[in-house]
């Protein structure tokens, strides 16, 4: 669990630094967090939100207000962290771009994303250590 408190705290204090690295650890503990979030509001949208608003519990077409706000509020750490890790293993951030197409796209990051870090410094800075040394 502090592993999760450090890589959200880690994450979200670099929300737009788009350069340097981020390593394996502090990538996936911070999507973890953000895969947990979003089934706990996707919950509380369909069996609390929804209702309030007129539409059936958890039926297809209700809306999702309180995950579209966390989406829209975590979109750029989102993508500062797919590009830091896209550096550390030694990779442009403009990989990303691979996430618009459909199936393939998605698979190739995440294949992309598990590979380990490049050892020592590269092109993008010093290798990351985690955890992060407490200031």
Do not use: C
Not at 49 to 60: R, S, T
């Amino acid at each position: 669990m502090e592993n999760m408190k450090l890589a959200v705290q880690t994450a979200l204090s670099n929300y737009a630094t788009f350069t340097g690295r981020t390593g394996r650890p502090a990538f996936w503990w911070w999507a973890l967090s953000v895969f947990l979030l979003f089934a706990v509001l996707n919950l509380l949208d369909a069996y609390f939100v929804a209702p309030l608003l007129g539409f059936d519990a958890a039926v297809e077409n209700a809306v999702h207000p309180l995950a579209l706000l966390a989406s829209l509020a975590l979109f750029l750490p989102n993508v500062s962290l797919g590009m830091r890790r896209l550096h550390d293993t030694g990779r442009s951030g403009w990989w990303l771009l691979l996430g618009a197409l459909p199936v393939i796209g998605g698979l190739v990051l995440i294949y992309f994303y598990v590979q380990p870090s490049d050892e020592g410094e590269n092109a993008y800075g010093p290798q990351p250590v985690w955890p992060p040394a407490a200031p």
